[in-house]
């Protein structure tokens, strides 16, 4: 799944790129000046998104307050489960049974 968009502070826009292959979930922003934040992670429970609003902070301190995040564009596919959902579609099939 790949997530395009853009964070907004006082002190300009930075354009991202979330994007999530299998096991790897990878941020890569543009800011208005100085070098691009690019960052990647290992978790496989970790979406594309997610990801951007863990790394916040290091966007607040390049942009100044933020404004707002804005999702432009999603490609792919779209997991919508929660993982509780997951959990349980697990037991279902092993259907533990708990005798007295």
């Known amino acids: 799944m790949i997530v395009k968009g853009k964070v907004v502070g006082e002190r300009g826009i930075a354009k991202f790129r979330a994007?999530?292959?299998?096991?790897?979930?990878?941020?890569?922003?543009?800011?208005?000046?100085?070098?691009?934040?690019e960052y990647s992670v290992g978790c496989p429970c970790l979406e594309p998104l997610e990801l951007v609003g863990l790394l916040l902070p290091a966007f607040e301190e390049r942009l100044g307050k933020i404004e707002g995040v804005f999702v432009e564009e999603v490609q792919?596919?779209?997991?919508?489960?929660?993982?509780?959902?997951?959990?349980?579609?697990?037991?279902?099939?092993?259907?533990?049974?708990?005798?007295?």
């Open 19 to 37: 994007e999530k292959d299998g096991r790897i979930v990878k941020v890569k922003a543009e800011f208005p000046e100085g070098e691009p934040l």
């Open 76 to 100: 792919g596919k779209k997991s919508l489960k929660s993982l509780f959902e997951r959990v349980r579609k697990i037991f279902e099939k092993q259907k533990i049974n708990i005798s007295s």
